[in-house]
């Protein structure tokens, strides 16, 4: 069979192929691995049991259960939904939202390759624009997404030390240029991989630079507020015309749903149900009935701030003590864990790559992610690449444990 140029893009290997490859194999095979390489949100008990009840409810109503599964919706996603968001949000934040301003989609991942395919690639004049990311390291999930090669910019952090090996990226601005053949700016706040939480200060400025340059300011919001509430510390979330803001029910306990959110001008929510049409008919209207309920009463957030983001918050620290008990502390930095399901290690000058670091772990059955995947639009060779991981800690704990062990056995050998 001869593939076309999409068919090779989007069949060669790339990190997120790789990413779900393993966690695939890790999930359906016979040998138990250590997962600490995916993205998959924790089973938090009482979420779950809330959830549950909603479906029970669907099942026992007249006609619901049948009309939630019968019926497509329409391509902007469940009518219902979207008022009962648009009015949350403007409840909560005060934004000047209706339901004109919201789409669903099958995931936000899918809402970034309509976005980024939408701003960026080639344009009628025969240019083409990229996506700049300010902030390296950034989401492996974007990396593939483009139809075309060379489809983003990024460029490297500054770093802060905050003491006691822990670390923060903040953006350089003097790197950061915004040129013309930018077609927007996106940043995931919290940070997948690092738990970087942008500043109030970063997030405007880049917010102003957008504007100025009358491109979109795409803000992943798939870890944030007011839902999942995955984010230890207190932010604003914002939103203007000028900004695109992706949110999903994954993270909330529901990524077998499939449900993206995108928050946007009325012309951007009119081009993604138009992809989303064209794409396949309709979003999954599942996910939002489900959550329905939850979002008309506003438990959704009491349910995030309450129980989702304090049980994250509890597992990261646990999962810093042990590291703190087993790695000497001249091996290895974290990122300041801010929000999100991992941790992002650091291990300076470290003899081997993390690459093979990655090929140990995977030997003795535990699953990470090497730090190079997270860079995407820097094409500069850089050590620090190389040096870090991704583990996430949203696994069941004792899972979590014996990863860590393991971690801390390979790394220490790589340095002795
Ligand atoms: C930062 C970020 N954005 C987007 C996604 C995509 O999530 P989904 O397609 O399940 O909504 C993920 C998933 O891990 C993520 O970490």
Redesign the pocket.
């Known amino acids: 069979m001869k593939l076309s140029k999409f068919g090779q893009k989007f069949t060669r290997k790339s990190g997120i192929l790789q990413l779900m490859h393993d966690l695939g194999h890790a999930m359906a095979g016979d040998e138990p691995m250590l997962m600490l390489g995916g993205?998959n949100p924790s089973h938090i008990p009482a979420v779950e049991a809330r959830l549950r009840e909603r479906m029970e409810q669907i099942l026992a109503t007249c006609d619901e259960f049948e009309r939630v599964v019968g019926n497509y919706g329409p391509p902007q996603g469940m009518k219902q939904f979207l008022e009962a968001l648009a009015g949350l949000l403007r409840h909560e934040y005060g934004w000047p939202i209706g339901p004109e301003n919201i789409a669903l989609t099958h995931?936000?991942?899918?809402a970034?390759f309509f976005l980024f395919n939408m701003l960026a690639g080639l344009f009628d004049d025969g240019s083409t624009k990229k996506i700049l990311l300010p902030l390296a390291p950034e989401?492996i999930?974007y990396a593939d997404v483009g139809l075309t090669d060379d489809f983003f910019v990024a460029s490297k952090p500054e770093f802060e030390f905050l003491g006691d090996q822990i670390f923060k990226y903040r953006v350089n601005f003097e790197a950061v240029s915004v040129t013309g053949d930018v077609g927007a700016i996106c940043v995931?706040r919290p940070t997948?991989p690092t738990g970087n939480v942008i500043t109030e200060a970063e997030i405007n400025t880049l917010s102003d630079l957008a504007r100025q340059h009358d491109i979109p300011l795409i803000i992943?919001n798939?870890y944030g507020i007011p839902f999942p509430n995955i984010i230890f510390t207190e932010v604003q979330p914002m939103w203007a015309e000028h900004i695109i803001l992706c949110m999903?029910l994954?993270k909330l306990g529901l990524?077998g749903t499939r449900t993206?959110i995108v928050i946007a001008n009325e012309q951007v929510i009119r081009a993604i149900s138009g992809i989303n049409a064209i794409s396949s008919l309709a979003p999954s209207g599942v996910g939002a009935s489900l959550v329905l309920d939850l979002i008309n009463s506003g438990e959704i957030i009491q349910l995030s701030r309450e129980v989702i983001r304090p049980y994250y918050q509890h597992r990261a620290e646990q999962a810093i003590a042990q590291l703190r008990t087993e790695l000497p502390a001249e091996y290895f930095h974290i990122h300041k864990p801010e929000g999100a399901l991992f941790l992002w290690l650091w291990f300076k000058n470290l003899p081997i790559t993390s690459q093979e670091l990655y090929e140990r772990l995977k030997a003795r059955r535990v699953l990470v992610v090497p730090g190079h995947y997270f860079f995407p639009g820097l094409t500069e060779e850089w050590r620090h690449k190389h040096e870090c991981i991704r583990v996430t800690y949203s696994q069941d704990e004792a899972v979590v444990r014996e990863g860590l062990a393991i971690i801390a056995e390979e790394v220490k050998r790589a340095y002795d």
């Open positions: 993205g995931g936000s991942q899918t970034f989401y999930g995931s997948n992943d798939a999903s994954s990524p993206g």
